[in-house]
């Protein structure tokens, strides 16, 4: 099986999950499995722009999508919830009403202009989880430079390890399974040296990774205008968006306490709220999540999939999120996800 034949597959499985979960959430079946709530998280919410190639689609939905997202979740009974209240919500006695807390990674541009009036129809906090090097433009979006670079060319050079090779890349299989291996090799090896690599290539082939950055993150006066808001909020997501656990302890704590001055900076608060990069298990554990204890902050949020319960209170730096999938943009699904049933089905695999 071919791999866009695989990832068809395992599309196509998820979303059959999905379904049937939404359909015993109606018919009132295994409600206990929502737990306390859920928290989601989100990254762009911008038109959609239709292009053959697009490995980034699962990062983001557009503003029709969320705004209807967030009337099914209310049709659903949730309460919408600041993410700094789910810590005082788990110690508190268990209602009856599901929380829901909105989280958005990176610090968008688009978050500002289209996310802002959708949560603000809706009377619906939510949190923006800040990068200082990309909001200070010291850092670049090694993803959002691959996929530009990848879709202007049709032929590539680079050096995995094992001496430098040229690579076809002339049709959309071609260019995903390229982003693939780069992705492999990048998660793999030194993350700053294959980011450096990466941005290197680009500008041989005339694209500036940092004016993607430009183009793309809000800068810190744009974040004051958007926390405006007493809706919104800023959370911290570290200096340079590596993989945590891939650093020494001693980095680990640099990057989260610098880029919690940073927000406090910006703020005039200290902030609260943590996000892991890529927050996948590969990307964080338990240590790190000590780390974050340890460095103050009162609730830390990971991307493995999974609802809040009642035992979430003594994980509060490694909660799980759902994931608003620019892949699955319906509202069944999201119900179905919030339902928590998939991990009850998925638990008892294990």
């Not at 499985?13 to 018919?27: H, K, P, Y």
């Not at 780069?182 to 090896?189: D, N, Q, V």
């Not at 405006?228 to 340079?240: D, W």
Request: hydrophobic share 45%.
């Amino acid at each position: 099986m071919t791999g866009s034949a695989k990832k068809l597959a395992r599309r196509i499985a998820i979303t059959g999950g999905l379904e049937a979960a939404n359909l015993l959430r109606a018919a009132g079946v295994m409600r206990g499995a929502r737990g306390r709530g859920a928290i989601f998280t989100l990254h762009h919410v911008r038109p959609q722009e239709v292009t053959a190639f697009a490995p980034n689609a699962h990062l983001e939905i557009t503003p029709e999508f969320l705004d209807l997202v967030l009337d099914r979740l209310k049709r659903d009974g949730y309460r919408f919830v600041a993410l700094d209240e789910v810590p005082a919500l788990l110690s508190q006695s268990a209602s009856s009403q599901p929380f829901a807390a909105f989280t958005l990674d990176d610090g968008y541009r688009n978050n500002l202009v289209y996310a802002l009036p959708i949560f603000e129809r809706h009377d619906a906090p939510f949190t923006i989880f800040v990068a200082k090097g990309l909001s200070e433009r010291t850092h670049t979006i090694w993803w959002e430079t691959l996929a530009a670079l990848l879709r202007k060319e049709e032929r590539l050079g680079f050096d995995f390890g094992n001496g430098h090779e040229i690579l076809d890349i002339a049709t959309v299989a071609l260019k995903e399974h390229a982003f693939a291996r780069f992705a492999s090799h990048l998660h793999r090896h030194d993350e700053s040296a294959v980011v450096a690599a990466i941005d290197a290539m680009a500008r041989m082939h005339e694209i500036d990774p940092h004016e993607i950055v430009d183009d793309l993150v809000m800068t810190p006066p744009e974040l004051n205008l958007l926390e405006a808001s007493p809706l919104a909020s800023l959370g911290a997501h570290t200096i340079s968006h590596r993989a945590m656990s891939r650093l020494s302890d001693q980095e680990v704590r640099d990057e989260m306490e610098t880029s919690r001055d940073y927000v406090a900076a910006i703020a005039g608060a200290r902030p609260g709220c943590f996000a892991y990069p890529y927050g996948t298990r590969q990307a964080v554990t338990q240590r790190q999540a000590a780390i974050a204890r340890e460095v103050g902050f009162d609730i830390a949020v990971t991307t493995q999939p999974g609802v809040v319960t009642p035992r979430s209170i003594g994980h509060i730096t490694h909660l799980p999120r759902l994931s608003v999938n620019g892949l699955y943009q319906n509202v069944r699904h999201v119900s179905g996800l919030a339902s928590g049933i998939p991990f009850r089905f998925a638990s008892s695999k294990v």
